[in-house]
């Protein structure tokens, strides 16, 4: 199981009523948060790395943004988790006042693994392909996030908040999500990712079904629902073991990550009942086979 970790840098937002909580000087000449923008590319980023087998993800920052988690914390969190691999999701600043300084860039440490160099140059690309800005390259810093952890680890800058150019596409969920979808393949592919749909080297998704296909399609249906009668059972008796447990909280983790479920759901993890548990497992495994 390959172990990523990840954070939307800083913290704010802006609320109901408009007021703003946000990382002092981490926001636009008009006032944006610079998390919200990282916020987007964040949940990209896990809602398509969840697509794969083989691999699971933590966020650590604060996902509601009403907190800018201490980088310290971040890291030591990460590194006691035992993350493989660690991405920090970022937007540039020059100044108060806009410009035409353009472009993305990716942060190893100054004195980096060369396997953080390696997954830098793997996932670039990709970055540059989904802003459509000037490519200003794989670059070396002395910061905290690539320095304390002790995994590979890049920090993505994805355009510059306070220029003319970059800030159209900071303004477009679409292209922030594209982004964190990207930055996901492109990593699946360094490392030997492959999808919960590919079986065999067979996408669902393209071409016709051959009849060795089809059956081999069949056999992941049914081992779903097999998981899911499971659960049903669990439901009906109220009483889950640990593995159950954790697995109803890693779908629930899913499901906040990917938007399906509200972030407050993960602060009441731990008081949930069996059968609140297995609810909403159920509610978001059924909704995904759907």
């Known amino acids: 199981m390959i172990k990523v970790g990840y954070c939307a840098g800083h913290g704010g937002y802006k609320n109901k009523l408009k007021k703003l909580y946000a990382t002092p000087g981490k926001r636009?000449?008009?006032?944006?948060?610079?998390?919200?923008?990282?916020?987007?590319v964040a949940r990209a980023f896990a809602n398509e790395l969840?697509?794969?087998?083989?691999?699971a993800s933590k966020r650590f920052d604060d996902p509601t943004g009403q907190r800018d988690v201490p980088l310290k914390e971040r890291t030591d969190r990460a590194n006691d988790w035992g993350a493989n691999y660690y991405f920090s999701f970022h937007h540039n600043g020059l100044s108060s006042v806009y410009g035409y300084h353009t472009g993305v860039e990716t942060f190893?440490?100054?004195?980096?693994?060369?396997?953080?160099?390696?997954?830098?140059?793997?996932?670039?690309?990709?970055?540059?392909?989904?802003y459509?800005?000037?490519?200003?390259?794989?670059?070396?810093?002395?910061?905290?996030?690539?320095?304390?952890?002790?995994?590979?680890?890049?920090?993505?800058?994805?355009?510059?908040?306070?220029?003319?150019?970059?800030?159209?596409?900071?303004?477009?969920?679409?292209?922030?999500?594209?982004?964190?979808?990207?930055?996901?393949?492109?990593?699946?592919?360094?490392?030997g990712l492959k999808k919960s749909s590919e079986v065999q080297g067979v996408s669902i998704t393209k071409g016709e079904l051959?009849?060795?296909?089809?059956?081999?399609?069949?056999?992941?249906?049914?081992?779903?629902?097999?998981?899911?009668?499971v659960l049903e059972e669990q439901v009906k008796a109220q009483q889950l073991n640990d593995t159950g447990k954790y697995s109803c909280k890693?779908?629930?983790k899913k499901a906040v990550a990917d938007g399906t479920f509200k972030a407050t759901h993960l602060s009441k993890l731990d008081k949930y009942s069996d059968g609140d548990l297995t609810s909403y497992a159920l509610t978001y495994a059924n909704n995904k086979l759907g």
């Open 28 to 40: 636009t000449p008009d006032g944006e948060p610079e998390w919200e923008f990282n916020d987007n």
């Open 50 to 55: 969840s697509l794969y087998e083989g691999v």
């Open 108 to 130: 190893v440490y100054t004195n980096p693994n060369p396997k953080s160099v390696a997954l830098a140059n793997a996932i670039h690309p990709a970055v540059v392909k989904a």
């Open 132 to 191: 459509g800005l000037n490519n200003r390259g794989v670059k070396k810093g002395n910061l905290h996030i690539v320095r304390e952890t002790k995994m590979p680890a890049v920090l993505v800058e994805g355009g510059f908040m306070d220029s003319f150019i970059d800030i159209k596409k900071l303004r477009d969920n679409m292209a922030l999500e594209n982004a964190g979808k990207l930055i996901a393949q492109a990593f699946a592919k360094h490392v």
């Open 210 to 229: 051959t009849v060795g296909q089809y059956e081999e399609l069949k056999k992941i249906i049914e081992i779903q629902a097999k998981r899911i009668a």
């Open 250 to 252: 890693e779908l629930i």
